[in-house]
């Protein structure tokens, strides 16, 4: 089972950029996928961003698709979410997760393991 803590939440004006975290510890070797979900009041846990631990590739929902960028350091063992061009739909709670395998999914129910979640909220 691997254990995530995200980081990196807080208030950021539309059109700005923030950073978040998430460390993993545990069982974090080459066959987990971690991924980005995001879910704001009243709406289902959303699909943001994926990346296979192994090979560094990355996937992404259109909504945020050219404006997000997934990564990892895997010396570190995070996962990075690095986010622009704030929209005010962007608001929500962005949650860390992993899943053994799995490459290329975006369903939340595919994943096992997730970090408690951080706020992000966009000012307009």
């Known amino acids: 089972q691997v254990q995530l803590v995200e980081s990196g939440g807080g208030l950021v004006q539309a059109g700005g950029s923030l950073r978040l975290s998430c460390a993993a510890s545990g069982r974090t070797d080459g066959s987990y996928t971690m991924a980005w979900f995001r879910q704001a009041p009243g709406e289902e846990r959303d699909f943001v961003a994926g990346i296979s631990w192994s090979s560094g590739t990355t996937y992404y929902a259109n909504a945020v698709k050219g404006r997000f960028t997934i990564s990892r350091d895997s010396a570190k063992s995070t996962v990075y979410l690095q986010m622009s061009g704030f929209k005010p739909n962007d608001t929500a709670v962005y949650y860390c997760?992993?899943?053994?395998?799995?490459?290329?999914?975006?369903?939340?129910?595919?994943?096992?393991?997730w970090g408690q979640g951080t706020q992000v909220t966009v000012s307009s």
């Open positions: 997760a992993a899943a053994r395998w799995n490459f290329g999914t975006k369903f939340a129910s595919n994943f096992a393991s």
